[in-house]
């Protein structure tokens, strides 16, 4: 069992700046593939950024640009620095796994996102 913990979600205005982590129970190296999601009040859950074990990265159209997807293997955490946020990217986001042993995806508590106007 994989233990995701999610950290640096809060409330800042339009324009500014957060930057989430999300610390893994295990080796980062154990792990194919690493993710943000979010899900918004009525919407469904969607992909923000992911980043592979090689390094390659994926975002969102919506916040290309704007947020950076990283790791530290030294510290077995995922982390999504947002910046230039708007009222639009309000949300609980979501930190996901999935381990390259078995494909198996695990997921964290979510943390909440709120984005002032």
């Known amino acids: 069992q994989v233990q995701l913990a999610e950290s640096g979600g809060g409330l800042v205005q339009a324009g500014g700046s957060l930057r989430l982590s999300c610390a893994a129970s295990?080796?980062?190296?154990?792990?194919?593939?690493m993710g943000w999601y979010r899900q918004a009040p009525g919407k469904q859950r969607e992909l923000v950024a992911a980043i592979t074990s090689g390094g390659s990265t994926i975002y969102a159209d919506s916040v290309k640009g704007r947020f950076t997807i990283s790791k530290d293997s030294a510290k077995n955490t995922v982390y999504l620095e947002m910046n230039s946020l708007k009222p639009e990217d309000t949300a609980v986001y979501y930190c996901?796994?999935?381990?390259?042993?078995?494909?198996?995806?695990?997921w964290g508590q979510g943390t909440q996102v709120t984005v002032s106007s």
């Open positions: 295990i080796s980062i190296f154990s792990m194919n593939n």
């Open positions: 996901k796994v999935i381990t390259s042993a078995s494909g198996a995806e695990y």
